[in-house]
Each structure stands twice: as C-alpha cells, then as structure tokens.
C-alpha cells in the first residue's frame, strides 16, 4: 500500500524559497501515476499547486506557475516542491499526494504539513 | 483558467438524501471526482470519474455528471458523513478544485 509523507520547514520568512519534499513508500515513483503538491489554506478550500510524471514532465497552476518548481527523485524515491518568494498568502497545510494516469483524480494523500510564512 | 464552484454549505437530517452540487462550463465533458474532509485529516477520495466509487467506500456514495453541473448524493447520511466535500475536474493540464461544501447533519 502506497504512503506518502511530506517534511520540510515548519516556518518561512517572507520572500524566501518554501521547500517540502514527498517521500514514497510502498510504490515506486516510476509508475504510471502523476505525483503532486495541493495546498489548504486555513479554514479554506484546496488549491491544486503542480504535478510530476516520472519522465519529468511537469504540470503547473498558472496562478502560481511563475514561483513553483516540482522536481522528482527516483533514486529516493522522493519528489519535492519549490515555491518561491513566499508572502502570508502562501500560509496553507500542503499535502502531497498521487494522481491517477487515466483518472485524474489523487487517489492517496499525505498527511498534510503546516507551512506558515512569517518573519 | 477553468473553474469550478460550489455551494459553501448543506444541511441535511440524519437518514435523508443530501446532494452537492459542483458547477463550471461544460462540465459534463471533463472527469470529475469529489473527495470528502474531516476536520484535521486529509483528503478522502469517495468518487472518481464521475460516478465509480473507489473499494471501501459506502454505496451510499454515489456521482452524477452532466451538462454544466456533477453532483454528489449520499443516500440515508448518517452523522458520520458530516465532513466538508471538495470537487475536482481536470482541464487541459490543470487539475482544479473547488471551494468546497460543508455538509451538516442536523
């Protein structure tokens, strides 16, 4: 059975670079699945951030495009979202989790870490 | 950018039949799928490509998707189905959600 465990900093000072990385177990990241990062703001909805397919093609929200970077690595078995120059909007539990090929719905979800920005 | 949009809140009494709505343009040409969240845990999906539901959960569950609207029924609700309830379509390399409805059971 698949899981997957986000870690990273808990805090990130305004305009610094957020990083979080994905570690998967029980399945191998060469798969035929999209791995992704979605984030919750508190009390608010899901905001889907971007996805990564094993051959490194990668699929990004347009309204965050121009500040994210999701890289995979399969000799861990891990996969890693970069977001850069954070404000206070970007406070949010962010979850990673694996999307379905032929779906396209996240059918396993980490357990969500709370990332809040400020200085 | 696509998008997609739902009620912010549902009541409905123990034992009767409640149903979200999500709506967006031609939604009934896109997958869409629904995940349900309780407070402090992650996501849960309970319906992919419109209408399937994944093992484990109650047939209870069920989806619906067609012109601009997907809906999600859960027949006989029980105390436990209060959750918040999130939709999602996918759309030409965008996966989108949207922002969710809060399900009560009274």
């Known amino acids: 059975q698949v899981q997957l465990q986000e870690s990273g900093p808990g805090l990130v000072k305004p305009s610094e670079t957020l990083s979080l990385t994905c570690t998967v177990s029980g399945y191998s990241l060469s798969s035929h699945y999209y791995w992704g990062w979605i984030r919750q703001p508190p009390g608010k909805g899901l905001e889907w951030i971007g996805n990564i397919y094993h051959s490194g093609s990668t699929y990004y929200n347009p309204s965050l495009k121009s500040r994210v970077t999701v890289s995979v690595d399969m000799s861990k078995n891990q996969f890693s979202l970069k977001l850069s120059s954070v404000t206070a909007a970007d406070t949010a539990v962010y979850y990673c989790a694996r999307a379905s090929l032929e779906y396209l719905s996240f059918d396993s979800w980490g357990q969500g870490t709370l990332v809040t920005v400020s200085s | ?106």
């Open chain 2, 1 to 106: 950018s696509y998008e997609v949009t739902q009620p912010p809140s549902v009541s409905v009494s123990p034992g009767q039949t409640a149903t979200i709505t999500c709506s967006g343009d031609k939604l009934g040409d896109k997958n869409t799928c629904w995940y349900q969240q309780k407070p402090g845990r992650s996501p849960v999906l309970v319906i992919y490509e419109d209408d399937k539901r994944p093992s484990g959960i109650p047939e209870r569950f069920s989806g619906s998707n067609s012109g601009n609207t997907a809906t999600l029924t859960i027949s006989e609700t029980q105390a436990m189905d209060e959750a918040d309830y999130h939709c999602q379509a996918w759309d030409t390399t965008s996966w989108v959600f949207g922002g969710g409805t809060k399900l009560t059971v009274l």
